[in-house]
């Protein structure tokens, strides 16, 4: 029982870890590069929907809606001031871009809130017992909503116009502007699905600790981990990433100490890598 | 039927001209091939009027409309087709899904799309079998064909072909410029630059060469073959 436990708790904290990664491998899979800026969106978002929940009453399902078409916005808009103009430039140069969006939100957050921990403005409930297996009330909001979430993005990918464009974008830029399809459009509605994402993410992990400026920072080395593990430039693939992550990371604690666990997870991407290095669950990518 | 106009183009990277006042007049209807060394130049005039490679001076034209200051998105509305010469298909995509994408966003759905898959499939049977194939995985032959394919979906006035025999076995060579002939007969305006001279000029009513980026002849595709001094130069005497 304690296995099936740990390995719920695995999946949980994977599912939490997967929005992120997911968001990551997009913008690595259209604009080519590495979003460092990706904590301090999260930290962005779980402010704005507390503000929205606490300040302005809304309840939290609201409040996580809000916040993340605020943070899509957001993040089209940082697209035009910051990155849209460096288009075309190394990948080097928009990661180093990326850091300085991530300071410039980071201490947004400080100047306005300070550094004091905060949480949502939700009911305590007791955890739900089935036999001698013990789920939280948020552990079940974070598995119904990323699923969801989950579904809508394949759905998206795979399903829809946008969707193709988006892959397209990914594939070959130029080819797709011959085909007719404006990047400049597919690039504003990745961000926005990035930012969405990424503000949804940040309500769960939020319920799942607290609220404080460096909540971000703490998953950025996680998120990136999870997003190579799956394949960067196969957006599906990170959620498996994740998921992985988050499961050896629980069941690592059945053999060690729990300190050790993320060193175990880390130790064990390091391992796949050398293996597989256009990661776990990514195909290599046609490049001939 | 349209016809496509060049006049006076310059164009090239980082604000050095490689090609230098180029004028072409294709006809509507015809089929012109632009030859020429390594190097001359043909690569970058195929981009400047695909769009893809912003025109520094100049003027394009397709059917008479002005399509200088447009992008390649808005070209392909235009109704011109490009088939670049490699990653010419998206590899991580399936060949139906390259085949949606070759009208999808030029706004054509429904029964034209069917029909002008089956369009495609009657003139490359070897699509219709693999509609669910990653496009990475083919061939390289088929590959090119799938590109074309693509480029026909769009029902284009005018086709421009980025040297469509390159890297294909004899036999697919054959077959393309087969298949370039119906679709040209179909009263596609066909412009295409050629490595393989020979075959290119065969197939075309114009030949223009372009050397170091400038026009140094336009003749009629047979004229131009039978040139002693082209021969010497460009075809290595033979």
């Known amino acids: ?288 | 039927m349209q016809s496509l106009q060049i006049e006076g183009v310059c164009a090239g990277y980082g604000g050095r001209d490689i090609i230098h006042d180029v004028t072409v007049d294709v006809p509507a209807g015809s089929m012109v091939c632009v030859v020429g060394p390594n190097g001359s130049g043909k690569s970058t005039l195929m981009k400047s009027v695909a769009g893809l490679l912003p025109v520094r001076m100049g003027r394009i034209a397709i059917g008479g409309l002005d399509v200088t200051a447009l992008g390649a998105p808005a070209r392909a509305r235009a109704r011109l087709a490009y088939v670049p010469q490699e990653r010419n298909v998206f590899r991580n995509m399936s060949i139906g899904e390259n085949l949606r994408m070759g009208v999808e966003f030029l706004g054509i759905a429904g029964a034209a799309f069917e029909e002008r898959v089956q369009r495609v499939h009657a003139l490359f049977p070897e699509l219709a079998s693999r509609h669910r194939d990653q496009a990475g995985n083919l061939s390289g032959g088929q590959r090119q064909m799938l590109a074309f394919g693509c480029a026909l979906m769009a029902d284009p006035a005018v086709l421009l072909l980025d040297e469509p025999s390159a890297g294909l076995s004899p036999k697919y060579v054959d077959e393309m410029f087969e298949a370039i002939g119906r679709v040209h007969r179909m009263g596609i305006t066909v412009f295409m630059i050629e490595q393989n001279t020979r075959k290119g000029l065969e197939h075309s009513q114009l030949g223009v060469l372009l050397v170091s980026g400038q026009v140094r002849a336009v003749m009629p595709a047979a004229a131009l073959l039978g040139d002693e001094q082209f021969h010497r130069q460009y075809l290595g005497g033979h």
């Open chain 1, 1 to 288: 029982m304690h296995f099936v436990q740990l390995l719920v708790n695995g999946i949980v904290t994977g599912l939490i870890v997967a929005l992120p990664a997911l968001a990551l491998s997009f913008t690595f899979a259209i604009l080519r590069f590495a979003n460092f800026a990706i904590g301090a969106m999260l930290t962005f978002g779980a402010y704005t929907a507390y503000v929205l929940n606490v300040a302005a009453e809304w309840p939290l399902v609201w409040a996580a809606c809000g916040s993340a078409v605020l943070c899509g916005l957001v993040c089209v808009a940082t697209d035009r001031a910051v990155y849209r103009r460096l288009r075309g430039r190394t990948s080097v140069t928009l990661l180093v871009a990326s850091m300085g969006v991530a300071f410039f939100f980071e201490n947004i957050v400080r100047l306005v809130f300070g550094n004091s921990i905060r949480g949502f403005d939700v009911e305590v409930a007791r955890p739900i017992r089935l036999g001698e297996l013990r789920v939280n009330h948020e552990q079940i909001v974070t598995l119904s909503v990323t699923c969801t979430a989950l579904f809508l993005v394949w759905f998206l990918l795979t399903r829809t116009k946008l969707g193709r464009a988006m892959r397209a974008v990914a594939d070959d830029p130029e080819l797709a502007a011959v085909r007719g399809v404006d990047s400049d459009r597919v690039i504003a509605w990745t961000w926005f699905i990035v930012g969405g994402l990424t503000a949804i993410a940040a309500v769960l992990i939020g319920l799942d600790g607290a609220i404080e400026p460096l909540m971000g920072w703490n998953y950025v080395i996680i998120v990136f981990a999870a997003a190579i593990l799956g394949g960067l430039a196969s957006p599906m693939a990170a959620v498996a990433g994740a998921l992985l992550l988050g499961v050896v990371e629980e069941l690592a604690t059945l053999a060690l100490p729990s300190t050790y666990r993320t060193g175990v997870a880390f130790a064990l991407i390091a391992l796949l890598l050398l293996f597989r290095p256009w990661g776990l669950f990514g195909k290599p990518r046609v490049e001939r």
